[in-house]
């Protein structure tokens, strides 16, 4: 089960799911089996990014554009003209996500948020911007980095597109 048919199934099972910080809030917690606390553990960042996300936050599904920008956020990176810099960035990694397997809807929806992201001085980065991610969309993704980073090498999909 992936973190998008556990968020429904959680739902479907009477559970209300938020985000508070950096912690997954569900209720009633207390019934919640450990078999299903553990599911939520070892999907939290995924399901916290869906959960965050406008296109998924409302339904707890995916919508065919996960990565677009809400109406808010597109206003915010098309406030001002895309230097002929930005432009390249912009090229080069809708290039780079679509070498690693992403379909060119998501890789230039993905690169417009990374447009935002730079805009806005965040300076977090997204696995599938690392050196160190090997692999491809449908075989699975790995971190070369993954004792340095803290985290297990084998990284679910949802994970890559994460800050």
């Not at 089960?1 to 959680?10: E, K, T």
């Not at 449908?138 to 340095?148: F, I, T, V």
């Given at each position: 089960?992936?973190?998008?048919?556990?968020?429904?199934?959680?739902?479907?099972?009477?559970?209300?799911l938020e985000v508070d910080g950096d912690k997954l809030?569900?209720?009633?917690?207390?019934?919640?089996?450990?078999?299903?606390?553990?599911?939520?553990?070892?999907?939290?960042?995924?399901?916290?990014?869906?959960?965050?996300?406008?296109?998924?936050?409302?339904?707890?599904?995916?919508?065919?554009?996960?990565?677009r920008l809400a109406q808010a956020e597109a206003d915010?990176?098309?406030?001002?003209?895309?230097?002929?810099?930005?432009?390249?960035?912009?090229?080069?990694?809708?290039?780079?996500?679509?070498?690693?397997?992403?379909?060119?809807?998501?890789?230039?929806?993905?690169?417009?948020?990374?447009?935002?992201?730079?805009?806005?001085?965040?300076?977090?980065?997204?696995?599938?911007?690392?050196?160190?991610?090997?692999?491809?969309?449908?075989?699975?993704?790995?971190?070369?980095?993954?004792?340095?980073?803290g985290i297990a090498p084998d990284l679910p999909a949802?994970?890559?597109?994460?800050?």
């Open positions: 089960m992936g973190a998008a048919d556990l968020l429904q199934h959680v739902r479907d099972a009477g559970f209300r809030m569900v209720s009633p917690a207390s019934k919640l089996t450990d078999e299903l606390r553990a599911e939520l553990r070892a999907y939290k960042p995924a399901m916290m990014a869906m959960l965050t996300t406008p296109n998924t936050a409302q339904n707890g599904a995916a919508s065919d554009r996960p990565y915010d990176a098309h406030a001002e003209p895309w230097t002929n810099a930005a432009c390249g960035r912009f090229v080069a990694r809708v290039a780079l996500f679509m070498r690693r397997g992403i379909d060119a809807t998501d890789a230039d929806d993905l690169a417009e948020r990374l447009y935002l992201r730079d805009v806005q001085g965040d300076g977090r980065v997204l696995c599938l911007e690392c050196l160190h991610l090997t692999g491809r969309a449908a075989a699975g993704w790995r971190c070369g980095n993954a004792h340095a980073a949802a994970m890559v597109a994460l800050p």
